[in-house]
């Protein structure tokens, strides 16, 4: 019996994790679609093509994290903080920017965490008529960027990512991005990401 009991709940538990990825992948799938249409849309009328880096990028360790001991603890704090050249609290920390300390609780935080910390170089898969993939090493003949894996919070409402930008006309080298930017999603009634804030573009 108590054989049949643990069966059960590995069971329940492995398929509440299964269709949580799931669920994941296709918000994911969404969410990278509407980035890369938002990105050659900006292109349009100019450049009407962009190259992507073949693989995600995997977050940067302050991205989610950040001593406990060092965060502002009030909003002199934080604009002090904030306007530190090169401080990993205003250029990597997702959650410096006041919006978000509305919309995600510790519980998301965590979510999130270890969302990040399991992402990889997994493939990037998506194109469209606008969009080259190229691999490290490559020549960026167009405007290039590359992508985080999106990072849910933990009722799947709102995403995080992240686009890195490099030059074109030189060989691409992943780690040696021009600047970055970071965009927060929401997952609006009508079933679709609404971007609701957008960071400063961060120079490297």
């Not at 920390?93 to 978000?100: N, R």
């Not at 469209?128 to 993939?133: D, F």
């Not at 003949?141 to 590359?146: E, L, M, N, Q, R």
Request: aromatic share 16%; glycine share 2%; net charge positive.
């Amino acid at each position: 019996m108590k054989g049949l009991i643990s069966t059960l709940i590995f069971c329940n538990v492995f398929g509440f994790a299964s269709a949580q990825n799931l669920k994941a992948d296709s918000l994911s799938n969404e969410l990278i679609r509407k980035i890369v249409s938002e990105t050659t849309g900006a292109f349009s009328k100019k450049k009407s093509t962009i190259c992507i880096l073949d693989h995600f990028l995997s977050w940067n360790p302050y991205s989610f994290e950040y001593p406990r001991e060092e965060l502002p603890r009030n909003d002199t704090e934080r604009e002090i903080m904030m306007n530190i050249e090169y401080e990993p609290y205003n250029n990597c920390y997702v959650f410096c920017y006041k919006i978000t300390d509305s919309i995600f609780d510790d519980a998301d935080r965590s979510f999130m965490v270890a969302q990040a910390k399991a992402s990889d170089r997994k493939p990037f898969t998506y194109t469209n008529k606008k969009v080259v993939i190229i691999a490290n090493g490559a020549k960026a003949t167009h405007p290039t960027y590359a992508y985080t894996p999106p990072v849910f919070s933990k009722n799947f409402q709102y995403a995080i990512i992240r686009i890195y930008e490099y030059g074109k006309g030189e060989s691409l080298q992943e780690d040696l991005s021009m600047c970055h930017q970071t965009f927060y999603y929401k997952y609006t009634t009508k079933k679709r990401w609404k971007r609701i804030y957008q960071s400063p573009v961060i120079l490297h």
